[in-house]
């Protein structure tokens, strides 16, 4: 049986790299395949993927990433999907890379994919120097809580069922998962939790086409404890 899979591309504020990210995009995948959510832009970015075509959900305001995930997971089930693929507009992934993402989702070898730009040579292209530190460490936590060998838990490119959040021990409406929690938190329960069948797979990640103030949005120190902060609740069963 054939599956229905959604390209998710969150945005916001990419006004300097969302036209040419979403023109790459439609080589390889149609318009009724890729759903941006914007999250409250205010640089007109919005508007782009408007006038381009695509299927587009607003935020009025800025919420966060996660509550933008959110909105497009719930999209996804609502209208049929059977598994998500999640990307940035900021056009640091490949979608030519997108199919090996996906490919393990889509024909039912596993429930998971996450992509790790560690998994082979010369795919962290331009990582600025201190995200060259700082992920290997996170990882290095995550994978301590986790009790598994990931390679690279900070990359955002992911895919998997969205039967998966049909799951009783699943609850996305939590206003504390509003930032980059949320990925964390599916990360954590799809691995720990649930025990889902999962799988690494090399992607690259592109960094050399953004200025210098473009390349992150996270906020040094309560960015950091956003993204920790679901391992830490979760172990301790401070949240559910």
């Given amino acids: 049986m054939k599956r229905r899979g959604l390209i998710l591309v969150v945005n916001f504020n990419q006004s300097q790299e969302i036209e040419k990210?979403?023109?790459?995009?439609?080589?390889?995948?149609?318009?009724?395949?890729?759903?941006?959510?914007?999250?409250?832009?205010s640089d007109g970015s919005d508007q782009v993927a408007e006038s381009l075509g695509f299927q587009l959900i607003r935020?009025?305001?800025?919420?966060?990433?996660?509550?933008?995930?959110?909105?497009?997971?719930?999209?996804?089930?609502?209208?049929?999907?059977?598994?998500?693929?999640?990307?940035?507009?900021?056009?640091?992934?490949?979608?030519?890379?997108?199919?090996?993402?996906?490919?393990?989702?889509?024909?039912?070898?596993?429930?998971?994919?996450?992509?790790?730009?560690?998994?082979?040579?010369?795919?962290?292209?331009?990582l600025p120097l201190f995200r060259r530190f700082a992920i290997p460490a996170f990882t290095m936590v995550a994978r301590v809580l986790l009790w598994t060998r990931l390679t690279d838990v900070t990359c955002g490119l992911r895919c998997?069922?969205?039967?998966?959040?049909?799951?009783?021990?699943?609850?996305?409406?939590?206003?504390?998962?509003?930032r980059y929690e949320m990925e964390y938190y599916l990360l954590y329960k799809f691995v720990k939790v649930m025990k889902v069948s999962?799988?690494?797979?090399?992607?690259?990640?592109?960094?050399?086409?953004?200025?210098?103030?473009?390349?992150?949005k996270i906020v040094p120190i309560t960015g950091w404890w956003s993204m920790i902060r679901p391992f830490v609740f979760l172990t301790l069963r401070l949240r559910r």
Avoid at 34 to 39: F, G, K
Avoid at 93 to 106: L, W
Wanted: net charge neutral; glycine share 8%; proline share 2%.
């Fill in 160 to 178: 998997y069922r969205l039967s998966l959040l049909k799951d009783s021990r699943i609850n996305l409406d939590q206003s504390w998962l509003d």
């Fill in 198 to 216: 999962w799988r690494e797979v090399p992607v690259t990640i592109r960094y050399g086409h953004l200025a210098k103030d473009r390349k992150s």
């Fill in 21 to 41: 990210y979403l023109n790459e995009c439609l080589q390889y995948y149609s318009k009724n395949q890729i759903l941006v959510v914007d999250d409250g832009s």
């Fill in 59 to 126: 935020h009025q305001m800025n919420q966060g990433i996660g509550a933008a995930i959110r909105t497009g997971l719930k999209w996804g089930m609502e209208n049929g999907f059977d598994w998500v693929l999640i990307s940035s507009s900021n056009g640091k992934m490949v979608p030519a890379e997108f199919a090996q993402v996906f490919g393990p989702v889509d024909a039912a070898e596993v429930e998971f994919v996450q992509g790790s730009r560690y998994l082979r040579t010369d795919t962290n292209q331009g």
